[in-house]
């Protein structure tokens, strides 16, 4: 039986409609956290999960590339909460043409960097004060194994999650002693909405690519991520933790 480790906190978790963002919203509500769900699309079912299984949770809607709304945002739940303990930057994309550093276009690179680097360093620029003040905070960053290991068509990708790890490092060393921790999850393939063009024959290419030979799903982030933004995990900082069905080891 899952303990309640998060009884009293407030988890702030970013991308909280779908995927991995919902996998982890509904792991830290059904552990006590108070969830506030952020997206650009509404997280009225992720709420609505959360509360069905005894929890407690609100949404927002909102734009994580947008800095002008992380500053009236967590201002916002600061004032209502009086603390945030946990901020999951989730939120991200794929690119949605060739990802090679040849054929990228300069759009695609932007909207690669606004999305899945800068809404991180957003997310941490806007929280940490707010942690640090209360003297605890749990900051987890979602990379991506494109961020260890060379793969196909994921040029601006992996540049994207390759510095979400530099800035996990960073920020975990600068605030180091303050009982703010930061670390990030490294996912395999995640069965998410995020796969959805590409086609049954890949995703099975992709299963079969894991040492554990199945996709993961949203709950084996959200188990880590929980164990991750626990008190427990006081003495972990900086790391980012592969979650990815044994892929980087075959
Ligand atoms: N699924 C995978 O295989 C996988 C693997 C490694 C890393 N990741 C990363 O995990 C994170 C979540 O991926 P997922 O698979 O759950 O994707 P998903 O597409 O299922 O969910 C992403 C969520 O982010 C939200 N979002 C996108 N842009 C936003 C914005 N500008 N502002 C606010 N919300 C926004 C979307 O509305 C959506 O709800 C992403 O950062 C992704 O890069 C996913």
Redesign the pocket.
């Known amino acids: 039986m899952t303990t309640k480790r998060f009884s009293g906190m407030v988890a702030v978790i970013?991308?909280?409609?779908?995927?991995?963002?919902?996998?982890v919203a509904e792991r830290l509500g059904s552990e006590g956290a108070h969830v506030v769900c952020?997206?650009?699309?509404d997280?009225n079912d992720t709420v609505a999960a959360i509360k069905a299984a005894g929890g407690t949770a609100e949404r927002a809607t909102?734009?994580?590339?947008?800095l002008t709304q992380w500053k009236s945002e967590v201002p916002r739940i600061e004032d209502k909460h009086g603390k945030i303990d946990v901020l999951g930057?989730?939120?991200?994309?794929?690119a949605t043409t060739a990802d090679t550093a040849i054929d990228l276009e300069q759009a695609q690179w932007d909207r690669m960097i606004?999305?899945?680097l800068t809404?991180v360093w957003y997310g941490m620029k806007t929280v940490l004060p707010v942690m640090i003040r209360g003297g605890f905070g749990r900051v987890l960053n979602?990379?991506?194994?494109?961020a260890l290991r060379g793969l196909p068509n994921l040029f601006s990708?992996s540049a994207?999650?390759a510095g979400v790890t530099g800035m996990t490092r960073q920020a975990a060393a600068e605030y180091a002693g303050t009982g703010v921790t930061v670390n990030a999850?490294?996912?395999?393939?995640?069965?998410?909405?995020?796969?959805?063009d590409i086609t049954p024959d890949m995703l099975d290419q992709?299963a079969a690519a894991h040492a554990i030979k199945r996709?993961?799903m949203?709950r084996d982030?959200g188990a880590m991520a929980a164990y991750l933004c626990s008190p427990e995990a006081d003495f972990i900082t900086g790391m980012t933790y592969p979650v990815d069905g044994g892929w980087s080891i075959v």
């Not at 970013?14 to 996998?23: S, V």
């Not at 952020?38 to 699309?41: E, G, I, P, V, W």
């Not at 930057?89 to 794929?94: D, E, H, L, Q, S």
């Not at 999850?185 to 959805?196: D, H």
Request: hydrophobic residues 45%; contains cysteine.
């Open positions: 970013t991308g909280a409609h779908q995927g991995i963002g919902r996998g952020l997206d650009l699309k997280c909102m734009d994580v590339t947008d930057n989730i939120a991200g994309v794929v606004a999305h899945d809404s979602i990379a991506s194994l494109a990708y994207a999650k999850i490294a996912p395999g393939t995640i069965n998410t909405p995020i796969l959805q992709f996709l993961g949203p982030i």
